[in-house]
């Protein structure tokens, strides 16, 4: 693909997506045909009610989930037909993951989390520690490095889950509700950080939240319902 065609075309795509779960003989039809597109750059939100399906379609949108019918286009190209590896691939270096319940290794120190996906990815052990170290510091961890996630703070405990899924530079951070679990000053220092990272470094996010606080300061906002995704207004979120 030539590099003329790559820079029209957005990030990401999703395209009548639909996904349903199949429990004993019932099915769940929990996405419905739902599309958005989003442009490198942009901060994108979204938000709905409670089992409404933004984990799915998160999980679907980096590839840790297949629909059944519907593409994720990738720079234009289908991530789900793809040669074999490429999903893999697309998860550890395209995408990075922060989760609600963070996932952090217990017994590993919050520099070795964070160079976790640098190892998976096979890449280069000084250069790996060096980013690690450098986004700890990002995240005023500089004198956390080597305490194990149960002697951190939850929002200390968060931004190395931050850090960890910017180790390899990913195009995409996707959150899941990353404040769920934070009182609202951690929340907003949290949010403070990732407006920051996508200042600089003009990071990409789409972040799932609860907190209307929280969606307002994004930059667009998407509702979730009924299995499709629509536009809504950030004023109007409650
Ligand atoms: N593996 C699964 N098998 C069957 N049903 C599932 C599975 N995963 C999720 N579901 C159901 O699909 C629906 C959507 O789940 P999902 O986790 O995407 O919701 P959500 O919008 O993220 O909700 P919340 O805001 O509570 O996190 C829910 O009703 C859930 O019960
Ligand atoms: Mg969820």
Redesign the pocket.
């Known amino acids: 693909m030539s590099d003329s065609v790559k820079t029209e075309k957005p990030l990401i795509e999703a395209v009548n997506v639909f996904k349903s779960?199949k429990?004993k003989d019932k099915s769940?039809d929990?996405l419905t045909g739902a599309g958005l597109v989003i442009q490198a750059g942009e901060i994108l939100g979204i938000v709905?009610a409670?089992?409404?399906?933004?984990?799915?379609?998160l999980h679907i949108l980096g590839g840790l989930d297949r629909p059944q019918s519907g593409t994720i286009l990738f720079k234009g190209e289908n991530i789900f037909a793809q040669k074999n590896g490429f999903l893999e691939e697309y998860r550890n270096k395209h995408i990075g993951f922060v989760f609600q319940m963070y996932n952090l290794l217990p017994d590993f120190t919050a520099l070795e989390n964070t160079m976790f996906p640098g190892w998976i990815g096979n890449k280069n052990e000084k250069d790996v520690r060096e980013q690690a170290e450098n986004l700890l510091e990002q995240m005023g961890l500089k004198d956390r490095l080597y305490h194990k996630p149960g002697e951190l703070s939850g929002g200390e405990v968060q931004r190395v889950a931050l850090a960890r899924s910017l180790v390899n530079k990913p195009d995409l951070l996707l959150a899941d509700?990353p404040t769920g679990n934070l009182d609202s000053n951690a929340s907003d220092s949290f949010m403070d950080l990732m407006i920051q990272l996508n200042e600089k470094f003009n990071q990409t996010f789409v972040i799932?939240t609860?907190s209307q606080k929280i969606a307002r300061r994004m930059g667009r906002v998407l509702q979730?319902v009924d299995g499709l995704v629509t536009p809504i207004d950030k004023d109007l979120i409650l």
């Open positions: 779960y429990i769940l929990v709905g409670s089992g409404v399906g933004k984990s799915t379609l509700e799932v609860h979730l």
